[in-house]
């Protein structure tokens, strides 16, 4: 599959989206991941999130780590800068990236080794400072390039393809967000499309540190009986407790939902979000309540998906460092360059 | 009671503090530093301090050098011992003749002196005591009061430290006349109860000029500035936190916008040095000047990164500044002792080019320089300081920078460039020099995108894994480095008056020594020709330099003459002609070494080998 070569020519009448771009403008080259990979939705989702939202392939730029799921980015936004880095370091790579140039839409993605294992330190700190950004784990609990192994995020419990019982405790990687102070928090499923395409677009409207866990089965290592990573148990045990409709700014809302069952949440950019309840109790601005409901229902061996946390008035690293609205990447000699005049006067204090 | 052989000497001694970390003695022994130098006599001062931050000994020694010899010289001929744990050390290490001031407020038995060194006790303790209060204040004014009592016995003038006094505390006037106080109450009793001058003095003279007094790593922070970097990531390690520190503290006087007063710079400080070296990559790789600092520990924990940003071309500047290793090794002591590691960082086929500044100076000058050639050479630039040149004010030329300057970002593919039909391959050699253009995320909305990776791929930045293909890559690598050779700083030669069949080859923070150990060694009959080697890869001078002599010394300061492996390696030379004279006890290294171990070598040489008897 590696080397086949997309056909370029499609119907003519594919819907187009307000920068006049179909879907194909956002494909990148074909997977070489297995076939029926969750990776692979994901993928497609990501596509559909950008068409819809009409952005600028070139405009984001893709960075990932090392695995399977840090291969996709080649197969999405064939038109952006993409960045295929170290284990376990796209959030270092990708922080300093936007710090170059936050005019730019930076979309991270990366694995549960490469997030969990390796790469958890970077995964914690750039939360931790805010990095504006949508961090994607593409999570399917196992090595899969290197044959099957137990990731961090394996449940305690959850037998192997071979059968061997996982003895060590899983990192729950959005519960670890949300104690780290990520802005936009969700759990999604790689099989559920029409939860997580909205997910996506929310996050990356946030404008601060956005973390979407995606459960995402691996068909070839990770998806049999005694797995807690596979499509069968996730669908049993998916406790979905909102739905989103993402709604830009510039779009009228129109709500006919049912009284009560809708909570719209605007966002720093003026985008909205309708969150349509399903669990009534759950309230995604309690950063706590959030973190006690998922522990709660992780002992009941339930996953909790939707959009679990979110932050109004999101500030990110760039806030902090109180950087100029210009991309430091942009900056030339008179900007940088404070000149001999002020050379002498150091040198004066020098002597 | 001075002894009939006290030491005299104008404007050429050493003297030493010895004092307890944290005591707050550091300002009061600068400041002496400082004195001498306004009175227009050259000093080099060199903190010796332990990886601590309270209690432990720490020393400050100044070099008082008229002739204007700034390397680290050796003996001390005056010991300030303010240290109670570090005396009988401290004592001994004073040449005979020389000269011990104290504090003579409890007596000390007979068996804590010397015979054959001059003894000056002044009772500061209880001086401070009958003067303040406040246990904080004792110990502080207690440092200015031993000055004070300094300035007479070697006859600096007591103005020049009182303005040098209301300069630092300008707008603190209380502070300031307390601590002209403290000074004369030093001084005061020093010139009534004690022989002043001593045999050592200082003298004014105008040998400073229009030199600077600088820290190598603030000077590198301030190229850095200059050199238009605008993202720094960095992890604390000594030596090189203060010039992360020192880029802040000039960022924040120099970057600002003027009305809106945002920063034109962003500084984090990373997790760990993976994550540092993460960020300078991540930004190069989208188009700003980015750095780290770091030191030796820093470079093997970012070996891995180095290997990407050889492989897939990324521009990143990292200033080493080296301390004694291997693993923790001595954090606070100076050694040159990364230059393998940093030449050839990472796993696989790999080379880095290397930049050596002697001092501040050329700190500042290759610093900003280090940023044209990441960004003309698509590469990890490494600015190797070390302890020695980076923690110490060092006495160097004014920093310069011609206005006319304009920032080399290399080959860059514009919207316009693709616009017009060029052809764009990442890893296309398009002019020969091995060098290919690279285009910014978000360039041009359907040209000019590529996906950056670690892994092999052919000219247009596609993944493969042929081997042609490969070798192709490898081979261009290679060909930038032929180019890199003469965009670096080339060496400086400098020959010996007459004819010499014998070169010496060094490096960095070695160089005030070197030069004065040419002198020593003339006076010992021996002529040398001297080459600064200044970057790596090396020129072909390097090469014709030792083609030129019979053999060649290379003086540096590691145990395995690691610039002499490079130098052999990368020139194919026969290893004999290069004699290694290395010091890696982490002083700094003097003259006086290295006109002994030369020296030594060269007397050896003109001796006739006994004949074996024949039985």
């Not at chain 1, 002498?344 to 002597?351: G, P, V």
């Not at chain 2, 009772?123 to 031993?146: E, G, H, V």
């Not at chain 2, 940003?309 to 990292?318: D, G, K, L, Q, W």
Request: hydrophobic share 40%; net charge neutral; with cysteine.
């Amino acid at each position: 599959m590696t080397y086949v070569v997309k056909p370029k020519f499609h119907h003519p009448d594919l819907p187009k989206n307000k920068l006049g771009y179909t879907h194909r403008d956002y494909e990148g080259k074909v997977s070489t991941l297995c076939a029926g990979c969750g990776h692979d939705s994901i993928t497609a989702s990501i596509i559909e999130a950008c068409f819809e939202l009409s952005i600028e392939p070139h405009r984001v730029a893709k960075i990932s780590g090392i695995g399977c799921s840090s291969k996709t980015p080649d197969y999405f936004l064939g038109n952006s800068h993409g960045f295929n880095s170290v284990h376990g370091r796209m959030p270092s790579v990708l922080t300093g990236a936007n710090l170059a140039n936050r005019d730019l839409i930076y979309l991270g993605v990366s694995g549960d080794g490469d997030s969990a294992s390796i790469g958890f330190g970077q995964f914690a700190h750039c939360m931790r400072r805010g990095v504006n950004m949508v961090y994607i784990v593409e999570n399917n609990g196992v090595y899969g390039l290197t044959k099957g192994q137990f990731s961090a995020t394996a449940d305690r419990g959850s037998k192997s393809k071979r059968g061997v019982v996982n003895s060590d405790n899983a990192i729950d990687m959005s519960g670890i967000a949300l104690q780290l102070g990520a802005s936009f928090v969700a759990r999604s499923f790689s099989g559920d499309k029409t939860q997580l395409v909205p997910l996506i677009k929310a996050a990356i409207e946030h404008q601060g540190a956005a973390f979407i866990d995606v459960i995402s089965p691996c068909v070839a290592f990770n998806n049999h009986a005694g797995s807690t990573k596979s499509f069968d148990y996730v669908r049993e045990h998916n406790e979905a407790v909102n739905f989103l409709d993402f709604i830009t700014g510039r779009q009228p809302i129109h709500v006919d939902y049912a009284p009560g069952t809708v909570e719209m949440v605007e966002q720093h950019d003026g985008s909205v979000l309708a969150l349509r309840k399903i669990n009534a109790e759950y309230d995604v601005h309690d950063r706590q309540a959030a973190m006690s409901f998922l522990h709660h229902h992780a002992a009941k061996g339930q996953i909790v998906t939707g959009l679990l946390y979110v932050e109004q008035d999101a500030e990110d690293l760039h806030t902090h460092l109180n950087t100029v609205p210009a991309p430091l990447n942009t900056l030339g000699e008179k900007d940088l360059c404070p000149g001999s005049a002020s050379l002498e006067k150091i040198n004066a204090a020098l002597r | 009671m001075p002894s009939p052989s006290a030491l005299s000497s104008v404007n050429d001694f050493v003297i030493r503090f010895a004092n307890v970390n944290g005591s707050g003695s550091a300002s009061a022994n600068e400041l002496f530093a400082r004195s001498v130098l306004r009175m227009g006599v050259p000093v080099s001062p060199r903190n010796i301090f332990p990886s601590n931050i309270q209690g432990l000994p720490t020393w400050y020694e100044v070099r008082v050098s008229g002739e204007g010899h700034l390397g680290a010289r050796g003996g001390i001929d005056m010991m300030v011992a303010m240290n109670p744990q570090t005396w009988d050390k401290d004592v001994a290490s004073i040449e005979p003749g020389g000269y011990l001031l104290y504090d003579s407020t409890k007596p000390l038995p007979k068996s804590k002196f010397r015979d054959d060194i001059n003894v000056i006790g002044v009772p500061l303790t209880a001086i401070t005591n009958s003067t303040y209060t406040d246990p904080r204040q004792r110990q502080l004014f207690k440092n200015i009061i031993y000055l004070g009592a300094l300035s007479a016995l070697l006859d600096v003038d007591p103005k020049v430290i009182e303005q040098l006094i209301s300069e630092q505390y300008k707008g603190k006037e209380k502070l300031l006349s307390s601590n002209v106080h403290a000074l004369h109450l030093g001084r005061d009793y020093a010139l009534q109860n004690l022989k002043c001058p001593i045999g050592l003095r200082v003298q004014k003279s105008d040998k400073v000029g229009d030199r600077i007094f600088i820290e190598g790593n603030s000077a590198a922070a301030l190229g850095a500035v200059y050199g238009g970097a605008t993202v720094c990531a960095w992890y604390p390690i000594t030596p090189s936190s203060s010039l992360a520190d020192a880029f802040t503290s000039h960022c924040k006087r120099l970057r600002h916008d003027p009305e809106t007063k945002k920063a034109k710079y962003a500084i984090v400080q990373g997790e760990d040095e993976l994550a540092s070296i993460g960020i300078v990559i991540g930004a190069g790789w989208n188009g700003a000047r980015a750095f780290t600092a770091t030191s030796g520990p820093g470079i093997s924990l970012m070996q891995e990164f180095i290997g990407l940003s050889y492989f897939a071309e990324i521009p990143a500047v990292i200033m080493d500044v080296q301390r004694a290793g291997p693993s923790t090794g001595m954090p606070t002591r100076t050694q040159q002792c990364d230059i393998i590691s940093t030449a050839y960082a990472s796993h696989g086929d790999t080379k880095h080019v290397l930049l050596f500044p002697e001092d501040p100076a050329e700190a500042f000058e290759m610093a900003a320089q280090a940023f044209d050639l990441a960004d003309r050479l698509q590469t990890t630039i490494f600015l190797m300081l070390d302890l020695d040149i980076g923690m110490n004010h060092r006495l160097c030329r004014p920093l310069k920078w011609d206005d006319a300057r304009q920032y080399d970002r290399g080959k860059i593919m514009t919207a316009e460039m693709l616009d017009a039909g060029r052809d764009f391959g990442r890893y296309l050699d398009v002019d020969g020099d091995g060098v290919p253009f690279r285009t910014y995320p978000g360039t041009h909305p359907t040209k000019g995108s590529f996906f950056t990776r670690g892994t092999s791929r052919d000219r247009y930045a596609r993944y493969t894994e042929e081997g042609p293909a490969y070798q192709d890559n490898m081979q261009r690598l290679l060909r930038k480095f032929e180019t890199a050779k003469d965009l670096v700083p080339r060496p400086l030669q400098a020959n010996a008056d007459k004819p010499t069949k014998y070169g010496v080859i060094y490096f960095g923070s070695t160089s005030p020594a070197m030069d004065e150990a040419i002198g020593l060694l003339e006076a010992r009959g021996h002529r040398l020709d001297r080459l600064r080697v200044r970057a790596f890869p090396f020129h072909s001078s390097v090469a014709s330099f030792i083609a030129e002599h019979d053999f060649v010394y290379v003086v540096e300061q590691n145990r395995d003459s690691q610039l002499r492996s490079l130098i052999v390696n990368e020139c194919s030379i026969d290893p004999v002609r290069l004699v290694p004279i290395l010091h890696y006890d982490g002083t700094p290294i003097t003259a006086r070494f290295i006109a002994g171990a030369i020296g030594d070598h060269l007397d050896a040489l003109k001796i006739t080998p006994l004949r074996k008897v024949v039985s």
